[in-house]
């Protein structure tokens, strides 16, 4: 399969992308280690299509709250090798990093998008990097991004204030990335649901998706067994954890793709894809075409 060199090529026709998420990382919050070894996170990367991810995105440094950044060698040692294996099996896939070097090497090894959660702000070449490959981009809002420590917790916002903020600094960031020379049909954006909000922020974005959705730019939406979602069971005095949010993240998803979101990215495909599927379905009404598998027969016992 070609490089993607629009977002046309990655986006998915009558319904929602999904993206999986391979953190090649010894600690991110909910599956730290488990795929750090490149042989692992290919297997994981090939388990996600067959349960309908539609892209892979590999990351090689934690943005779990608290977390500090990697080496940059050590970064582009994790993901390069499972990108260029993905990538040579006809895999989608995108980067997850914040450095300029890592995205050119991973856009060398085939990646079809540079996902940066930093919006471009944490290295200054990251922008012209963006320019160069001549891929898709996405463009994260992270409003407290801090050198050596990555500060996702909390609240950097006044009350009232996170939709118009969110809204006014993707901006700003999309603006530089077209200054630099990033064309505007490779540019997806990120409201960054859990990074330095707190759950009544993530409450309020979700919210005003349809504001984001009426914007230029395609929206990817990553709630993914976020704090807020866990919380959910926690609120009604239930065992709570991050894996626990999955059926919560599904929902989340459904919603999303129900009102045009371009994709989601989640850690359980399986769900998700089905919830995509099920918002193309409902959105489609008697339009759907699907729907003509041989029904079982079913008995009581």
Known sequence: MDQAQSVADLTVADRTLVMGIVNVTEDS??????????????????ELVAKGADIIDVGG??????????????????????IAAL?????????????????????DAGVDLINDVSGGLADPGMYSAMASAGIPVCLMHWKTLQEGVLSSAGRAHEDGSVVEDVQETLGR???KALSAGVRSDNIVLDPGLGFAKSPQDNWALLNALPQFL????????????????????GD?????????????????????????AWGVRVHEVA????????????????AYAGGHTTPQTYQRS
Do not use: C, Y
């Open 236 to 260: 009604r005095g239930v065992e709570s954890n991050p894996i626990l949010a999955d059926p919560a993240t599904a929902a989340v998803t459904a919603i999303s793709a129900h009102l045009g």
């Open 61 to 82: 440094e934690s943005t779990r709250p608290g977390a500090t950044r990697v080496d940059a060698d050590l970064e582009r040692a994790r993901v390069v090798p499972v």
């Open 173 to 175: 960031l999309v603006n």
């Open 29 to 46: 919050f909910s599956d730290g280690g488990k795929w750090v070894d490149p042989s692992a996170a290919v297997k994981h990367a090939r």
């Open 214 to 233: 009426e914007g230029q730019f395609p929206l990817l939406v990553g709630a993914s067994r976020k704090r807020f979602l866990a919380a959910i069971r």
């Open 271 to 286: 769900v998700s894809r089905d919830a995509v599927d099920v918002a193309a379905a409902w959105n489609a009404g008697a």
């Open 87 to 107: 990538h040579a099996e006809g895999i989608r896939t995108s980067v997850d990093t914040m450095r300029a070097a890592t995205a050119l090497a991973a856009a």
